[in-house]
């Protein structure tokens, strides 16, 4: 009994290491399937597979010659991807706007991937989205959706967390799962070579002032201000950058226009818009004034790099959103199948044609500032230099002392998270004593904090908010 017993346990170990062994041929001889990422043909599975861009595919002449759910593509078996983008602006017509900025990384990455089909959904608020990511879901059977505003990032969780199966790009959101990533850019290096070219671009003005049309006190919109001073700073360490408050994304055009008069009366001869997209009001507003002394008075707009279109004689340029590349490559990876669910926060390149941010200097309509070009592609290489965020790089004090635990020591770098959550302005941020009175004296800005009323009476006598930042 004690020999039977032995036998056949032999018998199972000899049946086990066939199987393995069959197993193991078996591994072997299937290769990748079409899309799968390969290093040469020999990795990728079937009749005629290739190995081409890093991906498998096969020659063909239609849907036919591919195995399902690949498609004839280009004479090239490729799995198709479909992603549907959502817009809390009208995209459609649109000249300018942060809506419009994805909407043309849209059409790049549409252009770039010929595997690639996208639908969009405009103008949506929080009450339409739901509905509309249903569909996208279902009716349109999207693989990836584009959520492109923080407006609608709790609805798009939601609907992540329900259709396992489907992937989710969020815009600023850091907050990742097994589906859903998150992606932004650092676009206050982009304001950073914004306040270069507008320190350099004092030497067309008298004043040599500079005022800066604020939103919405939120950390981003902090960090921006602090990086445009920063690099304007680097040109003229005493430049000081005057700060109003709209308390708004987008005011209606009678506020912005009294912004405009308010900075301009207390002797600003360069304006920065930063208070949504709004680039046709102040540009058309801007070249209503001029200065104390009868010269022009300058601006710089924001998000789109065409907005001197507006105002060629006048606009200094805009740091501006370019969504393709990096849409491009996340498209790819999620295709490819490589794709993680992180939080992707890119960074500017010296090439603008590969940078998600940058900024646009309006060489045709002002032709003395050619002359900034050069100081403004060295400030890219300086910013990224050794691979790092050098945006941010101390020596930094804070214009209030009791906003920030003391300054930032020469070398150290603030640290991405006190960036996204930054709510003090460095030395040099500046805003009137009286903020009711547009001329009265110049004081260390804070920021806002709960203590006063944004904008000032004198610009909107309805305002009743007291924002703070925190």
Known sequence: MSHYKTLVAAGFAGLSALLAACSFVLDAEVGK?????????SDCNGEGAICEAGKCSAPCQSDGDCPLPSRCITQRCQKPLKAAFFYDGQVSNATTGFALTHEKGRQDAASRLPWLSTITSESNTTDSIGAELDRALTAEDADVLVVTTTRFSAQA???????????????????????????FARYYQAWYLAGVAAAQATELTTSKQIGYLGALPVPEVVAQFNAFLLGARSVNPQQKVEIVWANSFVPSEDVQKKMVDYL??????????????????????LLTKKSATGGLVYGIGLDNPDVCKFAQNICIGAPYWNWG????????????????????????QVDPSNSTVHFALNTDG??????IKEPLAK?????????????FLGPICPSQADQRNGCV?????????????????????????????????????????GALVWPPKVIDPNALDKPSCQ
Request: hydrophobic letters at 40%; aromatic letters at 8%.
């Open 379 to 391: 400030k890219v290489g300086e910013l990224i230099a050794g691979g790092m965020d050098n945006t």
């Open 157 to 183: 969780r939601e609907k992540a967390a329900a259709n396992p199966g489907k992937k989710f790009l969020l815009f600023n959101t850091n907050q990742t799962t097994a589906n859903q990533g998150g992606y």
């Open 264 to 285: 301009v009366e207390g002797g600003n001869e360069i304006l920065v818009n930063r208070m949504g997209a709004r680039n046709e009001v102040f540009f058309k507003h």
């Open 33 to 41: 399937g079409i899309g799968e990422p390969c290093s040469s043909a």
């Open 409 to 449: 020591d020469a070398g150290a770098r603030v640290a991405d998270e006190e960036i996204l959550s930054m709510c003090w302005f460095a030395e040099g941020a500046v805003q009137r004593q009286d903020i009711e009175v547009s001329t009265s004296t110049l004081v260390p800005a804070r920021v806002p904090d």
């Open 366 to 371: 002002i032709g003395a500032l050619s002359s």
């Open 325 to 348: 590349p990096l849409y491009t490559r996340l498209l790819d990876s999620i295709q490819q199948g490589t794709w993680q669910p992180s939080f992707v926060l890119d960074s500017i």
